[in-house]
T-cell receptor, first 113, second 115 residues
């Protein structure tokens, strides 16, 4: 069975600092991996995804993530945090015919001025 | 382009009442998902439709919940009778052939409060 673990339910960084949100997955087959962002009172928006092409994936708003099979990880990074990045971030895995997403518990990113 | 459209955005209802949530997927998409988000359980998949047919409803919590997709452009999630523990945000999402890694697009959610 597939699963996702996001390490750290809350992450706090200063504006301009590096953002690192951790995600580890479990999958018996090569997975598809996704990062979604949820701003307060809104739906989920795709940041980026890995679908077995390049292992370093660039997304919107300056975010990127690297698929590391040996570590079963798909950590999300951004070199310099902006106040507008404050939101909840979800890592998700899918594979199989349905493509249904299995989500991690989410990480709330706080950006301090 | 219009995204996934859900209604109502917010609903407050009394315990025991019937609740119907509605979803219009993105045109051309052949897969539709209903998810529920709560603080305790996070994001849970309730049911998945492919080409209007329910494929996997293993996440539907109990018989009080039912979902239909009468055509490619409309789906409903019904709770009858509603209970306070059903209070959550319900998301509808759609995609074209998500099994190939295509993006799944989410609506803005229906925020349900059962008192």
């Amino acid at each position: 069975a597939q699963s996702v673990t996001q390490l750290g339910s809350h992450v706090s960084v200063s504006e301009g600092a590096l953002v690192l949100l951790r995600c580890n997955y479990s999958s018996s087959v090569p997975p598809y991996l996704f990062w979604y962002v949820q701003y307060p009172n809104q739906g989920l928006q795709l940041l980026l995804k890995y679908t077995s092409a390049a292992t370093l994936v660039k997304g919107i708003n300056g975010f990127e993530a690297e698929f590391k099979k040996s570590e079963t990880s798909f950590h999300l990074t951004k070199p310099s945090a902006h106040m507008s990045d404050a939101a909840e971030y979800f890592c998700a895995v899918s594979r199989g015919n349905t493509g249904k997403l299995i989500f991690g518990q989410g990480t709330t990113l706080q950006v301090k001025p | 382009d219009a995204g996934v459209i859900q209604s109502p955005r917010h609903e407050v209802t009394e315990m025991g009442q019937e609740v119907t949530l509605r979803c219009k997927p993105i045109s051309g998409h052949n897969s539709l998902f209903w998810y529920r988000q709560t603080m305790m359980r996070g994001l849970e998949l309730l049911i998945y439709f492919n080409n209007n047919v329910p494929i996997d409803d293993s996440g539907m919590p109990e018989d009080r919940f039912s979902a239909k997709m009468p055509n490619a452009s409309f789906s409903t999630l019904k709770i009858q009778p509603s209970e306070p523990r059903d209070s959550a945000v319900y998301f509808c999402a759609s995609s074209y052939d998500p099994g190939t890694g295509n993006t799944i697009y989410f609506g803005e959610g229906s925020w349900l409060t059962v008192v």
